[in-house]
């Protein structure tokens, strides 16, 4: 179920779907989801959403169940309720005390500059030759 509430999409707790979203507003996920989400605007995912995705959104509200890759162009804010796991790029993150956050982050102004992962594989020195 999807509908318009104030300018805002709501996607509700009975709806479970795959694929990309785009969107300008802002959007306010309780349901399932698998995909890909990207906006210039404010992403929220209610308590009993489950997602699944690569998101890139400018704020990202996370308070249910999240596993995957944001990138914020603003900030991402994880609730009590949340429970992540991905890596994260944001210029602010904001975690609340009881949330669940498994992955890499980076925060920094410089977060979403230039297209390296969060946690880039540094390459092993070389082992010292054995006697």
């Known amino acids: 179920?999807?509908?318009?509430?104030?300018?805002?999409?709501?996607?509700?707790?009975?709806?479970?779907?795959?694929?990309e979203i785009t969107f300008e507003g802002a959007m306010r996920?309780?349901?399932k989801f698998e995909g890909k989400i990207h906006s210039k605007g404010k992403l929220s995912l209610g308590r009993t959403a489950e997602i699944q995705a690569e998101v890139n959104a400018a704020h990202v509200t996370i308070e249910g169940g999240f596993r995957g890759q944001v990138s914020a162009q603003d900030r991402v804010e994880i609730a009590a309720t949340a429970r992540v796991q991905g890596d994260i790029?944001?210029?602010?993150?904001v975690v609340a005390e009881g949330a669940t956050l498994v992955g890499n982050v980076n925060v920094s102004p410089d977060a979403l500059k230039g297209s390296a992962p969060v946690n880039p594989q540094q390459p092993r020195p070389p082992e010292?030759?054995?006697?």
């Open 1 to 19: 179920m999807a509908e318009n509430s104030g300018g805002n999409t709501v996607i509700g707790s009975d709806a479970s779907f795959k694929g």
């Open 29 to 31: 996920v309780d349901g």
């Open 89 to 93: 790029r944001s210029t602010k993150l």
């Open 128 to 131: 010292p030759p054995r006697r």
